[in-house]
């Protein structure tokens, strides 16, 4: 009896002691609510967040008194004392500044910062509601140092520290733990199929090499997009935008965005979300006529190649078209002199008349959130599907056209550790190259053997009645040209659907690819039992592709190609001097079934100085790397002017081509065509500028291998009275840099034979081919960035930034190798406002400026000039309806930019929202 009643008595005990209950609400300075702020006990991983009304409600383990903690992004952090039970508490937050914000990513564990041991740029909820873009993950342009290059209306890429393209292979983009990127295509898809602006929780940006955490690729920086959870974030919200965007060539047309999000906390075991989003619009027209051959030349030159002229990129030597008609004894023999030894290219056609430019996106998730024992640990299910259209700007200019992407992934965890697995899964749709799209138009109403006999005919007709070679090639174009398919009639878009629905690259445009990506990582924070000691971390990741594109992308027509990865790390973060001395070291080791393993160390230090630690002081070095991508690889693809190869040993074989000779060519083999494998590309070639220069000499192209990079950086940030300070220089040498060499193969000869290779030159008997290698030229950057915040006016937000960037690279010890760097020397960012200039009223204006720089790349490369853009909104909330009503207008002013050479040029968009119950 006696141990009955002392049992009883401990279990009351027990029960009292789990029923701590403490209620309450937050909000802010203005006494407005504060959704979604963090109410915790920090000796217990148990906590809440505040409801929509600021409201909590919080039962924990413990027995009075003990400490409450809030904290909430953008506030200063309270600890409130609790001393009974059913106490209440209402709690009023303090604005605080960008260096109490907490992230995550800088060591995969939560710090401030201020404390961070590498540079980190943060973008979160308050960021996302007063952005002036006229969507979120546009906004991300106003971060310091970050670069966005818009390809289309829907299709923006994020690059920090030089080396940017559209596929923008050496950035990662992570969406809840999700690669975004595209397996086949090589892109990071932005947020044409990323997240829906109500479920974004926050979004982190490292700048710089982070590869002895996240592993291969994330070379120049890695972006992390998380949502919310719908435990903490549970209710219905929603948003409706109407806008415009206008443009020179494209006009004034409609935008249309809306989105829903649904979410609910069913039990503290149970939680659900699903989120939809519907974007439309049109995109911008790329309509320059510039000759990417020779500037300043107009269709009237007999080889004109328009910027955004699609099917002129098919050329021959007239002269050697004259050679085959003689030697079938269509034309005299000594008529082939009158005939000029130059190129001569088809007619093609604008890009306007080859897309509808439709810009559309359409993005629906759902998660299921299970918590077994109502604690941190966590059992969760993702599925994403997202369809989208936009062009792409790759090799050649591409119309996605419902564009398909699903990921799903599993993952179980909790506060210190996780372990997840995802397959993402796309499909091509209905996409196309609008360059061959042109091409094979004009070769189903007119071969090209046909349209060049023609011309060479009419021009030898034209000047036998005396005309001047200027007008005879008039002449002669307007005599081949005749019938040709013209836009807009009914036999031209017989023929455009014919080719964009034919896979075959010879006679038709649309590319398939149903590519997977297969990945699982895992991580444990033994902080909690070794935190006496360090902060210790260990984890690792594995991958797989599944290239399936039939033929159209890769050199897969056989069956798929498969691959994969895997990797190791661990990570250990030291605190000495009372904490102001952080110490932090990684390192990773990586490898693929294609290539040797790489092991990429991290070291860093962090100070925390002054009476007030309000200074800290950072340094680190630290090593990436990246794997060329599955296109460096497996690629075999016609792009028009050159054929794509990758160099992976097993595909220089299977791509296998057959190209038709000139007479003379025909007649020096015995053959009329020849048949080039792709192996000729690295083994057999001639370098492009050994032929420019008039020297031709053997190419030296080696198969790639993964890249490296050493990265140095220091950094500084700290308040001074006032104003907040953010700087950081940065130094990177690269070794193995990945890059493009075009060579020109001859269709016979051995290069160096100083006979019929030379003659395979002479005869246009060649064709260029774009290989994939490493560059043994000297490359490294470097660069800084300096910000700089304060409050002006009494509550006005002042911020700015300057961005220099540079890379060290002689052009001359590598006059073939292109780095692609296609990032501004100097870039300034301003940003004022005031979330509250009056009751509920608010509004945010940014600017931008951004020096002329040189753009490289496998489309085109050119001069982008220097441009400045001024975006603005105002905004008012209706706390009665929890709705924010908004007005934003981009690029104002009208001064229309672009950002890469051969997209079209960006006008401006006018935009009203309205969003409901997500204050």
């Given at each position: 009896?006696?141990k009955?009643l002392i049992?009883?008595?401990?279990?009351?005990c027990?029960?009292?002691?789990?029923q701590?209950?403490?209620?309450?609400r937050i909000v802010?300075n203005?006494?407005?609510?504060?959704?979604g702020?963090?109410?915790s006990?920090?000796?217990?991983?148990?906590?809440?967040?505040?409801d929509?009304?600021?409201?909590?409600?919080l039962?924990?383990?413990?027995?009075?008194p003990f400490?409450?903690?809030?904290?909430?992004?953008?506030y200063?952090?309270?600890s409130v004392s609790i001393?009974?039970?059913?106490?209440?508490?209402?709690?009023?937050?303090?604005e605080g500044?960008?260096?109490?914000?907490i992230v995550v990513?800088?060591?995969?564990?939560?710090?401030?910062?201020?404390e961070?041991?590498?540079t980190?740029e943060?973008?979160?909820?308050?960021?996302?509601?007063?952005?002036?873009?006229?969507t979120?993950y546009?906004g991300?342009?106003n971060l310091?140092?970050?670069?966005?290059?818009t390809?289309s209306?829907t299709?923006?890429?994020v690059n920090?520290?030089?080396?940017?393209?559209?596929?923008n292979?050496?950035?990662?983009?992570?969406?809840d733990?999700?690669?975004n990127?595209s397996?086949a295509?090589?892109?990071v898809?932005?947020?044409?199929l990323?997240?829906?602006?109500?479920d974004?929780?926050?979004?982190?940006?490292?700048?710089?090499?982070s590869?002895?955490?996240?592993g291969?690729?994330?070379?120049n920086g890695i972006l992390?997009?998380?949502?919310k959870?719908?435990?903490?974030f549970?209710g219905?919200?929603?948003?409706?935008k109407?806008g415009?965007?206008?443009q020179?060539a494209?006009?004034?047309?409609p935008?249309?965005?809306?989105g829903v999000?649904v979410?609910?906390k069913?039990?503290?075991?149970f939680a659900?979300?699903?989120n939809f989003s519907?974007l439309?619009g049109?995109d911008w027209?790329?309509?320059?006529?510039?000759?990417?051959?020779s500037?300043g030349?107009?269709?009237?030159d007999?080889n004109?190649?328009?910027?955004?002229?699609?099917?002129d990129?098919?050329?021959?030597?007239?002269?050697?078209?004259?050679q085959?008609?003689?030697?079938?004894?269509?034309?005299?023999a000594?008529?082939?002199a009158?005939?000029?030894?130059?190129n001569?290219?088809?007619t093609?056609?604008a890009?306007?008349?080859?897309?509808d430019?439709n810009a559309e996106?359409?993005k629906?998730?759902?998660a299921?959130?299970y918590?077994?024992?109502?604690?941190?640990f966590?059992?969760?299910y993702?599925?994403?599907?997202g369809?989208?259209?936009?062009i792409?700007?790759?090799a050649?200019?591409?119309?996605?056209?419902d564009?398909?992407l699903?990921?799903h992934?599993i993952?179980?965890?909790?506060d210190n550790?996780?372990?997840?697995g995802?397959?993402?899964?796309?499909?091509?749709?209905?996409?196309?190259?609008t360059r061959?799209?042109?091409i094979?138009i004009?070769?189903?109403?007119?071969?090209?053997q046909q349209?060049?006999?023609q011309?060479?005919?009419?021009?030898?007709?034209?000047?036998g009645?005396?005309?001047?070679e200027?007008?005879?090639?008039?002449?002669a174009r307007?005599?081949?040209d005749?019938?040709?398919l013209?836009p807009g009639?009914?036999?031209f878009q017989?023929a455009?659907?014919?080719v964009?629905?034919?896979?075959?690259?010879?006679?038709g445009s649309k590319f398939?690819?149903?590519t997977?990506?297969r990945?699982?990582?895992?991580?444990?924070?033994f902080?909690?039992?070794t935190?006496?000691f360090?902060?210790i971390q260990?984890?690792?990741?594995?991958?797989?592709?599944?290239?399936?594109?039939?033929?159209t992308i890769?050199?897969?027509?056989?069956?798929p190609i498969?691959?994969?990865?895997?990797?190791?790390y661990?990570?250990?973060q030291k605190k000495?001097?009372?904490?102001?001395?952080?110490?932090?070291?990684s390192i990773?080791y990586?490898k693929s079934e294609?290539f040797?393993g790489?092991?990429?160390?991290r070291?860093?230090a962090?100070y925390?100085?002054?009476?007030?630690r309000?200074?800290?002081?950072r340094?680190s070095?630290?090593?990436?790397f990246?794997?060329?991508?599955?296109?460096d690889?497996f690629?075999?693809l016609d792009?028009?002017?050159?054929?794509l190869?990758g160099?992976?040993?097993?595909n220089?074989d299977r791509?296998v081509?057959?190209?038709?000779?000139s007479?003379?060519?025909?007649?020096a083999t015995?053959?009329?065509t020849a048949t080039v494998v792709?192996?000729?590309?690295?083994?057999?070639s001639?370098?492009?500028?050994?032929?420019?220069?008039g020297a031709p000499a053997k190419?030296?192209v080696?198969?790639v291998k993964?890249?490296q990079?050493?990265?140095?950086?220091?950094?500084y940030r700290g308040?001074?009275?006032k104003?907040?300070?953010d700087?950081?220089a940065?130094?990177?040498?690269?070794?193995d840099?990945?890059?493009n060499?075009?060579?020109?193969v001859?269709?016979y000869g051995?290069?160096?034979?100083n006979a019929?290779s030379?003659?395979?030159?002479?005869?246009?008997?060649?064709?260029?081919?774009?290989?994939?290698t490493n560059?043994?030229a000297?490359?490294k950057?470097y660069?800084?960035?300096?910000?700089?915040g304060?409050?002006v006016?009494g509550?006005?937000d002042?911020?700015?930034n300057?961005?220099?960037?540079?890379e060290d690279?002689?052009?001359?010890s590598?006059?073939?190798?292109?780095?692609?760097?296609?990032?501004?020397?100097h870039?300034?960012?301003?940003?004022?406002?005031?979330t509250?200039?009056?009751?509920?009223?608010g509004?945010?204006v940014?600017?931008?400026?951004?020096?002329?720089?040189?753009?490289?790349?496998?489309f085109a490369?050119g001069?982008?000039p220097?441009?400045?853009v001024v975006?603005?909104?105002?905004?008012?909330?209706?706390?009665s309806?929890?709705s924010?009503?908004?007005?934003?207008?981009t690029?104002?002013?009208g001064n229309?930019?672009f950002?890469a050479?051969?997209t079209g040029?960006i006008g401006?968009?006018?935009y009203?929202?309205?969003t409901f119950?997500?204050?």
């Amino acid at each position: 009896m006696k141990k009955s009643l002392i049992l009883f008595i401990f279990l009351c005990c027990l029960i009292t002691h789990a029923q701590t209950t403490v209620t309450g609400r937050i909000v802010d300075n203005n006494n407005a609510p504060v959704m979604g702020a963090n109410i915790s006990v920090p000796e217990l991983s148990q906590g809440t967040v505040s409801d929509l009304n600021g409201d909590f409600i919080l039962t924990v383990s413990q027995t009075p008194p003990f400490n409450l903690q809030i904290s909430n992004v953008g506030y200063e952090t309270q600890s409130v004392s609790i001393t009974s039970n059913n106490q209440v508490v209402n709690v009023t937050l303090l604005e605080g500044d960008a260096l109490d914000e907490i992230v995550v990513s800088a060591s995969r564990t939560p710090e401030r910062i201020f404390e961070s041991p590498v540079t980190v740029e943060r973008f979160g909820i308050k960021d996302i509601k007063n952005t002036t873009a006229a969507t979120f993950y546009a906004g991300l342009e106003n971060l310091k140092g970050v670069d966005v290059n818009t390809s289309s209306l829907t299709f923006q890429s994020v690059n920090t520290r030089g080396f940017a393209t559209f596929a923008n292979t050496r950035f990662v983009q992570l969406v809840d733990g999700m690669d975004n990127s595209s397996p086949a295509l090589n892109f990071v898809l932005g947020n044409l199929l990323g997240m829906t602006e109500l479920d974004v929780n926050s979004i982190e940006l490292l700048p710089g090499a982070s590869s002895a955490l996240y592993g291969a690729n994330a070379f120049n920086g890695i972006l992390f997009m998380t949502s919310k959870n719908p435990f903490d974030f549970p209710g219905i919200s929603a948003y409706y935008k109407q806008g415009i965007t206008s443009q020179d060539a494209a006009g004034t047309n409609p935008v249309y965005d809306l989105g829903v999000r649904v979410a609910h906390k069913f039990s503290d075991k149970f939680a659900a979300k699903a989120n939809f989003s519907y974007l439309k619009g049109t995109d911008w027209f790329a309509v320059s006529e510039v000759d990417v051959l020779s500037p300043g030349n107009t269709r009237a030159d007999p080889n004109y190649d328009g910027l955004n002229i699609y099917g002129d990129e098919v050329s021959t030597n007239i002269r050697g078209v004259g050679q085959s008609l003689a030697a079938a004894g269509l034309i005299p023999a000594e008529a082939v002199a009158l005939l000029p030894s130059e190129n001569v290219s088809r007619t093609g056609y604008a890009e306007p008349s080859l897309t509808d430019y439709n810009a559309e996106s359409i993005k629906f998730d759902t998660a299921l959130h299970y918590r077994p024992f109502a604690d941190d640990f966590e059992i969760s299910y993702l599925g994403k599907v997202g369809i989208g259209s936009t062009i792409y700007q790759g090799a050649n200019r591409y119309a996605l056209n419902d564009f398909f992407l699903q990921q799903h992934k599993i993952e179980v965890g909790n506060d210190n550790f996780f372990v997840r697995g995802y397959i993402t899964d796309e499909d091509a749709g209905d996409s196309y190259d609008t360059r061959f799209t042109a091409i094979n138009i004009n070769r189903l109403w007119k071969s090209d053997q046909q349209w060049f006999g023609q011309y060479a005919g009419a021009f030898l007709g034209a000047r036998g009645q005396g005309l001047p070679e200027e007008q005879a090639h008039a002449f002669a174009r307007q005599t081949a040209d005749t019938g040709r398919l013209v836009p807009g009639t009914v036999e031209f878009q017989n023929a455009f659907n014919q080719v964009i629905s034919d896979p075959n690259l010879a006679t038709g445009s649309k590319f398939q690819d149903a590519t997977q990506l297969r990945h699982a990582d895992a991580n444990y924070n033994f902080s909690h039992i070794t935190q006496d000691f360090a902060d210790i971390q260990v984890g690792g990741s594995y991958r797989q592709y599944k290239l399936n594109s039939s033929g159209t992308i890769f050199t897969d027509s056989d069956g798929p190609i498969k691959y994969s990865e895997y990797g190791v790390y661990t990570q250990i973060q030291k605190k000495l001097l009372e904490e102001r001395l952080k110490l932090t070291g990684s390192i990773r080791y990586d490898k693929s079934e294609l290539f040797d393993g790489n092991f990429s160390p991290r070291l860093s230090a962090g100070y925390t100085a002054g009476a007030d630690r309000s200074h800290n002081f950072r340094a680190s070095v630290q090593t990436g790397f990246r794997y060329p991508t599955t296109q460096d690889l497996f690629i075999g693809l016609d792009a028009g002017r050159a054929i794509l190869v990758g160099s992976a040993e097993s595909n220089l074989d299977r791509d296998v081509r057959t190209f038709t000779l000139s007479g003379v060519g025909a007649a020096a083999t015995g053959s009329p065509t020849a048949t080039v494998v792709g192996r000729a590309a690295y083994e057999n070639s001639f370098s492009l500028n050994s032929v420019l220069t008039g020297a031709p000499a053997k190419s030296d192209v080696e198969i790639v291998k993964p890249e490296q990079v050493t990265a140095f950086e220091v950094g500084y940030r700290g308040r001074t009275g006032k104003v907040i300070i953010d700087l950081n220089a940065y130094y990177n040498t690269y070794q193995d840099f990945i890059s493009n060499e075009t060579v020109l193969v001859p269709f016979y000869g051995e290069v160096g034979d100083n006979a019929l290779s030379l003659l395979a030159l002479q005869q246009s008997d060649f064709k260029a081919y774009q290989t994939y290698t490493n560059s043994s030229a000297d490359v490294k950057s470097y660069g800084a960035t300096i910000g700089l915040g304060t409050k002006v006016f009494g509550n006005f937000d002042l911020d700015g930034n300057y961005t220099y960037s540079k890379e060290d690279f002689d052009e001359s010890s590598a006059p073939d190798f292109r780095t692609s760097f296609n990032t501004p020397n100097h870039k300034v960012k301003v940003s004022f406002g005031n979330t509250e200039v009056f009751t509920n009223f608010g509004f945010n204006v940014n600017y931008r400026w951004s020096d002329t720089y040189l753009w490289q790349g496998t489309f085109a490369d050119g001069k982008v000039p220097a441009y400045s853009v001024v975006d603005a909104q105002v905004n008012y909330k209706v706390p009665s309806i929890k709705s924010t009503f908004k007005l934003g207008a981009t690029n104002i002013g009208g001064n229309e930019y672009f950002t890469a050479f051969g997209t079209g040029h960006i006008g401006q968009q006018y935009y009203a929202s309205i969003t409901f119950n997500n204050l």
